[in-house]
């Protein structure tokens, strides 16, 4: 079975502070892997997205990810937020082979001017 | 025009009431889904249909039906609504034919039972 792991729920910066927000799965073969954000009363768009190749991910608007197949882990780090960072953050999982997408819990990320 | 569409946006509904939401997209992708968002339980796969004839149910189907009319639309019906199943509702879509892509999500639904 697939699961996912934010254990950040709750994340306080200020502007220009480097972010880190953790992410990890279990599943037991080849995943996918992606950052969803969502901005306050919007849907979800992408962020970034992990298939195969370099584990080091680059994705809109200075963020990037990286996969550690080891750790089963998945980081969404950014080295300077910024004050319209301010959002919902989730990760998601999808094993190959799979049905479907499985969604992480979510990190609120608050960004003080 | 958004390429996932869901009607409507926003509904307050009484309990017992049956009420349908609706999903159409233009992306002409085969697969569809249904989640609903929680606070702090993040989105929850209610069903997903990979064709018109091929309905399957997610992690918390009870209390939810689907219909998948078309390729194009697949809508979500609470047979006798309740309290608890207020919720965003969010439907996306995703392609089998490339075996690497993302879902996209429509608007989402805040639907409101009292």
């Known amino acids: 079975a697939q699961s996912v792991s934010q254990h950040n729920h709750h994340v306080i910066l200020s502007e220009a502070a480097s972010l880190e927000l953790g992410c990890n799965y279990s599943y037991g073969g080849t995943v996918n892997l992606f950052w969803y954000v969502q901005y306050p009363g919007q849907h979800l768009q992408l962020l970034l997205k992990y298939f195969s190749g370099d584990p080091l991910v680059k994705g809109i608007k200075g963020f990037e990810a990286e996969f550690i197949k080891s750790k089963f882990s998945f980081n969404l780090r950014k080295p300077s937020v910024q004050w319209s960072d301010t959002a919902e953050y989730f990760c998601?999982?999808?094993?190959?082979?799979?049905?479907?997408?499985?969604f992480g819990t979510g990190t609120r990320l608050t960004v003080i001017p | 025009d958004a390429d996932v569409t869901q009607t409507p946006r926003n509904r307050i509904t009484k309990t017992g009431k049956r009420i349908m939401l609706e999903c159409s997209q233009t992306?002409?992708?085969?697969?569809m889904y249904w989640y609903r968002q929680d606070p702090g339980l993040g989105l929850r796969l209610i069903y997903y249909s990979f064709d018109v004839k091929d309905i399957n149910k997610g992690e918390i189907s009870d209390g939810y039906s689907v219909s998948r009319q078309a390729q194009a639309k697949f809508s979500l019906s609470l047979e006798s609504a309740i309290p608890n199943q207020t919720a965003l509702y969010f439907c996306?879509?995703?392609?089998?034919?490339?075996?690497?892509?993302?879902?996209?999500f429509g608007q989402g639904t805040r639907l409101t039972v009292v």
């Open positions: 998601a999982v999808m094993g190959t082979g799979a049905n479907n997408l499985f």
């Open positions: 996306a879509t995703s392609s089998s034919r490339d075996g690497n892509t993302e879902a996209f």
């Open positions: 992306k002409g992708h085969d697969r």
